[in-house]
Structure formats: C-alpha cells, structure tokens
C-alpha cells in the first residue's frame, strides 16, 4: 500500500535539505521537534503530504484524539507523519521538513518510504535531528553529538562522536537507512539534563536550530526561541534554588564538566568565522531585516 497521502506535488525545489525530527523516545524536553516546528514556521512550510497511519502505529500506544469540528460535529485526529517544503529564496538551497510521531511499527518500510521520497525529491542530505537525557547542568551550552555517513562531513561540523552503543529510536534506523542507500546524512543530537526532563527544553531547540543553519546553509531569526531559552533558563535556576539537594546535585555537574572542558576543549570558532556567518544571516534576511 503506498502509504503517502499528497495534499500536492512540491516542485522547483532547490538543491533541498531533508530535515526530520519525531516525537516521542529520540525527543527528550521535545528539543527536536520543537526545533522542526521552529524552523516551519520561520520559513512559513507548507505541508504537501502525510504518511497513513494505518500501516506504522499501534494506535493503543499512539491514540487518535478527538475534538469538535465545524457544526459541533466529532473529528478524530489520527498520529501521523506530516511532511512539509520550506523555501528558502535567501538560502543556497530549500528544506523538505518530515515531522510527526515516531512510528511504533515497520520502522524499516517507514525508513525506506522516507528514503525513496528524498531520492524523488533530489534531497541532497538527510538531517535528523534527536534529543537525549544526560548528565548535563542547564547552566552549561548545549552539549551536542552525532554521526554524519560522511567522515569530512563530520569533521566539518565539529561535533563529538557519540560512542553510544544500545536500544535506537526511529531516527537511529532512519540514519542507518539513507547510509545504506548511499544518500548523505547527518544525524544532530542535543543532551537536555536529566533533572527536568518533563519541561519543554527551548535552549536545546535553539542548539539544535543553530547546528542545521551552520550545516545546510540556511538562516533564520532566532530571536523569539532565544527570549525562550532565557526564560526556561531562568525558571529552571528558580526551581533548583528551592531544593538544597537538587542544587547540590547541579553543582557537581557543572564541576564535572568544567574538568571535562579543560581536558578536551572544544574548537572555538574564529572572528573571521563568526564574521562570515552574521555576514550571510544578514543577506538571507534581506532589506527588509532590521
């Protein structure tokens, strides 16, 4: 069964970047699909299709909501996977935006659907994005890992490679998938601290936003998820200023990871790095920018 509902067919898509993101194991304070959502409505996405859910759901696990619609009638609402394009005129290339929530079955046939829709849409990279609980203070930057198919691509990004080996989510197959099928990817991975993994983490979101404009090209303002991340920080010092323990905890984390930042420091960029990459901000935003 064709499993792709089309709202239409996009076309004159530009060089496109494939970015993905679902909710759910892979998306711990929803880092990633917060930073997915962010980058849609940035770039004002528009959907073009959606994966039926009948073939990749256990809806037990996954339950449709309902809700009124026109009239007072009863809609049903099903999980799904919604796939969006996302010009970027400013921008070397456009985006093809998959998000939605993780599948809980057939998640190789879901990959290969995925994979065979980039190829259609010559995507010239496949970005998916994850977030993992860790034992990371919320007063430190982002730690970020990940894996990219390419070795020069990796270098390129900087990151650190992630050792981890165990239990994978729909991303980690999705990431396997596109490698065996010889299509470039990236997989981004953003750490949310342990300590308040119920609350939506916007600084991580940001990270991750920050890390798909450095790789693919493409800029958007920030500005409203910064004021977030701010926020969320402030709420989060407020909460751990309130329990002795807790904070005591933190404190040990930070210490921790000032020890592992002074063993291994990461790379910095340079001035003229940071020059170039506000310099091309400020063309893709254009006149109109302020």
Request: include cysteine.
């Amino acid at each position: 069964m064709q499993p792709f509902i089309w709202d239409r067919r996009p076309d004159g898509l530009r060089a496109p970047a494939m970015i993905c993101a679902f909710a759910g194991w892979n998306d711990a304070g929803e880092a990633a699909s917060s930073a997915v959502s962010f980058l849609a409505g940035s770039l004002d996405a528009r959907r073009f299709a959606r994966i039926d859910s009948e073939e990749f759901y256990d809806f037990q696990a996954n339950r449709p909501c309902v809700s009124f619609g026109e009239g007072e009638r009863r809609e049903i609402t099903w999980p799904s996977v919604e796939i969006f394009e996302a010009p970027a005129p400013r921008a070397p290339r456009d985006l093809v935006l998959v998000q939605g929530a993780e599948p809980s079955m057939r998640w190789r046939g879901f990959s290969s659907h995925i994979v065979d829709l980039a190829e259609a849409l010559g995507v010239q990279v496949v970005v998916s994005l994850g977030a993992l609980l860790g034992d990371v203070p919320h007063t430190r930057p982002v730690a970020m890992s990940g894996h990219a198919s390419d070795p020069a691509l990796m270098e390129r990004l900087g990151l650190q490679t992630s050792s981890y080996e165990g239990p994978t989510g729909i991303v980690g197959v999705l990431h396997a998938a596109c490698a065996d099928a010889g299509l470039p990817s990236v997989s981004l991975w953003a750490a949310v601290p342990h300590y308040v993994a119920a609350a939506t983490n916007p600084k991580a979101a940001l990270a991750l936003v920050r890390r798909v404009e450095g790789l693919i090209g493409v800029s958007v303002d920030v500005s409203e998820l910064e004021s977030a991340s701010a926020d969320y920080e402030r709420q989060v010092e407020l909460a751990v200023q309130s329990d002795p323990d807790i904070q005591a905890f933190v404190e040990r984390l930070e210490q921790a990871a000032q020890s592992e930042a002074q063993s291994s420091p990461e790379h910095v960029p340079s001035g003229d790095i940071l020059a170039r990459e506000f310099q091309r901000f400020l063309r893709q935003r254009g006149p109109e920018g302020k």
